[in-house]
């Protein structure tokens, strides 16, 4: 499904959650959106999910407007952190409901992922630990198969293995059956290597949107002295340069080797550490 962000802010009293952010999502692809505590995120998930409205702008999904529009609403998944769930509820109940909701869902998955996480599907919502509440927050959104999955920071209480399980299930559902996933997390380290495409907001902006292959292969930080290194980056795409004392370090669209061979420090910049420079609100270029 395609989705387009056109001019979309949400502004709450005075404060910007989001502002003016436009992009496409064009395909299915799993996306990670990146930023920092506060960045606009999950404003973003919420009014993509048609949960809440926007200020300004607009998010269509192949052209319809998601707010309040049962067919498109039937097309998006969105688990959160917690509480995604009513505390009354059976984990059974849970799964009948969601089942009833989502046209494409996936009853031998989910019965698959229930065994797999060692669920009771009679236990009360309220009666699970964080990492089990989780659990089916993350066994729910696979099932849903829905064309567009959201997860918000799903894994609150996951243990490590417990992520990397659904780390793996979700590669594998992805690669027999493609759709958009969008995967916002803080664990960027953990996650990066899933993402396809990656979305950084900062203070409800976008500041970057780039693939995230070539954001591994393609970019390096050049360190070196400051005028040596701006002659370096004169002619070459520059996402930003961090300054101290006479150095500066450049991340830029470019070779290692090409850095090196002109006598410079150069290494690749994890998507975690373009993610920090890129929000950190203090840097100097
Ligand atoms: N219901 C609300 N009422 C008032 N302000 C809100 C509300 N929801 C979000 N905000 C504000 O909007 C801004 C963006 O919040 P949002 O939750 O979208 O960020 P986020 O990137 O998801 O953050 P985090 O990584 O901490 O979850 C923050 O300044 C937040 O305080």
């Known amino acids: 499904m395609r989705i387009e962000v056109k001019n979309l802010s949400k502004k709450y009293k005075k404060q910007h959650a989001l502002n003016n952010v436009s992009f496409t999502l064009e395909e299915p692809k799993i996306y990670g959106l990146l930023g920092r505590n506060g960045a606009g995120k999950t404003t973003f998930m919420d009014i993509l999910s048609g949960n809440i409205l926007a200020s300004e702008g607009k998010i269509l999904i192949n052209g319809k407007n998601p707010f309040d529009n049962q067919e498109l609403t039937e097309s998006i998944c969105l688990m959160k952190e917690g509480d995604n769930f009513k505390k009354d509820l059976k984990v059974k109940n849970v799964l009948k409901i969601f089942s009833y909701f989502y046209p494409t869902w996936d009853h031998k998955l989910a019965d ?66 493609k759709r958009t996933i969008i995967f916002s997390t803080h664990l960027i380290d953990e996650v ?9 907001l900062q203070e409800g902006s976008l500041v970057l949107q780039e693939n995230a292959d070539t954001l591994r292969d393609s970019t390096c930080a050049v360190s070196g002295n400051t005028e040596e290194v701006e002659l370096y980056i004169k002619d070459k795409e520059v996402i930003g340069k961090k300054r101290l004392a006479g150095t500066m370090t450049a991340y830029i669209y470019g070779s290692i080797e090409e850095a090196k061979k002109q006598g410079f420090t150069a290494e690749g910049v994890p998507i975690q550490e373009l993610m920090i420079y890129l929000t950190d609100g203090k840097r100097g270029a």
């Open 192 to 200: 990066s290597l899933l993402f396809e495409e990656v979305l950084i």
């Open 112 to 177: 698959d992922l229930i065994n797999e996480y060692n669920l009771n599907l009679n236990a009360k919502i309220k009666s699970l630990s964080k990492g089990m509440e989780s659990s089916l927050g993350i066994i729910v959104g696979l099932a849903s198969k829905a064309p567009i999955t959201i997860f918000d920071e799903p894994y609150i209480g996951l243990d490590a293995p417990s992520r990397q399980k659904f780390y793996e299930i979700l590669l594998e559902e992805y690669q027999t059956e």
